[in-house]
C-alpha cells in the first residue's frame, strides 16, 4: 500500500504511491525496508528497486538493475538498508547479495556467494545489517547456506557463523532477520521460528561464535 508520512505536530498522513504514469513516484508499493541517514535522506527498499526521496521536490529517484552496467544495484528485489559510520549504505537484496553504494559517484559495489570460495559472503539472501561498536559489519542471512556473516572492512575478512550440528553453542539453521547490540556489547540475533540468540562482542576478535540461546 505504499508509504505514508505522519506528521507527528499535525498529525497528518502524507501518502506516497506507485503511479505508472509519473517516473519520479515510488518504485512499487510494496516497501520491505526505510532508513533515514545521517544526512536526513530517506532511503525506500521495494522489489523494484531502491528509491531515494528528494524531500524538496517530494520525488524520487530510482536506483535498479541495469545487467549491461555492473556499477549498478545486482538485484532490484530490496530487503535491508543500513547506513555505516563513514556513511557507507549498505543495501541487502532478497537472492542478490550485499551491495555497498557510495553516495558520492551513485556506483555500487557487490558482495556475492560463490560456493568454492569460502571467503565469499555467506548467503545471497540478507534478511538484517548492523555495524557493531567495533566498526564490523553484521549480515543476516537465510540460513539455507549460512546465517550470518561478519566482514571486518579493515582487515577486509569474512568471518561465517552458520549451524554446526555438532556444536550446541552454534546458531540454528534458520534465517537471521533482526540484529541488535545491546550498551553491554552483546549481540542479538532473531531468527524465523528459532528463537533468540546472544553472542559477547568482547571475548575475542573476530567473536567465538558461541552462541547462548533463548527459546
Known amino acids: 500500500s505504499g508509504r505514508n508520512r505522519l506528521d507527528l ?23 520491505r525496508a526505510i532508513y533515514e541517514d545521517a544526512s536526513g535522506t530517506l532511503w525506500v527498499g521495494t522489489p523494484n528497486g531502491l528509491d531515494e526521496l528528494d524531500a524538496q521536490r517530494q520525488a524520487f529517484v530510482h536506483y535498479t538493475n541495469d545487467p ?27 537472492v542478490g547479495g550485499l551491495n555497498k553504494l557510495d553516495k558520492k559517484t551513485r556506483r555500487f559495489i557487490h558482495f556475492n556467494n ?28 537465510s540460513g539455507a547456506t549460512n546465517s550470518l556473516d561478519r566482514l571486518d572492512r579493515q582487515a577486509g575478512t569474512l568471518t561465517h557463523y552458520q549451524n554446526n550440528p555438532l556444536d550446541a553453542n552454534s546458531l540454528p539453521p534458520l534465517a537471521v532477520l533482526a ?6 556489547g552483546v549481540l542479538w540475533v532473531g531468527t524465523y521460528e528459532g528463537g533468540l540468540h546472544s553472542l559477547n562482542l568482547q571475548s575475542t576478535s573476530p567473536p567465538d561464535g558461541k552462541f547462548t540461546h533463548y527459546r
Not at 77 to 94: F, H, K, M, N
Not at 124 to 134: F, G, K, Q, R
Not at 179 to 184: F, L, Q, R, V
Request: no cysteine; aromatic share 8%; charged share 25%.
Open 114 to 141: 560463490d560456493p568454492d570460495d569460502p571467503a565469499s559472503l555467506g548467503d545471497n539472501t540478507i534478511w538484517a545489517l548492523l555495524e557493531d561498536s567495533h566498526g564490523a559489519l553484521w549480515a543476516g542471512g
Open 9 to 31: 505536530q499535525t498529525l497528518e498522513f502524507t501518502r506516497y504511491r506507485h503511479d505508472p504514469k509519473d517516473t519520479h513516484s515510488l518504485g512499487e508499493d510494496l516497501v
Open 179 to 184: 540484529i541488535y547490540e545491546d550498551s553491554a
Open 68 to 94: 549491461h552496467d555492473p556499477d549498478t544495484l545486482s538485484l532490484d528485489d530490496i530487503s535491508a538498508l543500513y547506513e555505516d559510520s563513514s556513511g557507507i549504505l549498505w543495501i541487502g537484496t532478497s
